[in-house]
């Protein structure tokens, strides 16, 4: 995997190789300016909230989103809404 050329820990690479049968990364290839990460975080777009956060860099691994493990950009869409649809139904 070449994660481990990324500085990705045994652990995480083994836990990515059980969990995500790809054993794909995803990389952080662009990075929002402040105030677009203001307007994606206000308008509910995904990452809009950690790119505001200044949580997210260029060239970070994104191994995870809410504890569950991701490998592929359609993962990360299905947990954020998720997250999204938890949040509209409590309000």
């Known amino acids: 995997m070449q994660a481990r050329a990324h500085g990705l820990s045994?652990?995480?690479?083994?836990?990515?190789a059980?969990?995500?049968?790809k054993?794909?990364?995803?990389?952080v290839k662009?990075?929002?300016s402040k105030a677009a990460a203001a307007a994606a975080?206000?308008?509910?777009?995904?990452?809009g909230e950690a790119a505001a956060a200044g949580?997210?860099?260029?060239?970070d691994m994104l191994l995870s989103v809410d504890g569950l493990s991701v490998s592929v950009p359609a993962d990360v869409e299905h947990i954020v809404q998720d997250i999204l649809?938890?949040?509209l139904v409590a309000k």
Request: net charge negative; with cysteine.
């Open 18 to 21: 059980s969990e995500c049968p």
């Open 85 to 87: 649809d938890q949040r």
């Open 55 to 59: 949580e997210l860099k260029q060239g």
């Open 30 to 32: 662009r990075v929002f």
């Open 10 to 16: 045994s652990e995480w690479v083994a836990k990515l």
């Open 41 to 47: 975080a206000a308008a509910g777009e995904a990452g």
């Open 23 to 27: 054993q794909q990364i995803l990389m």
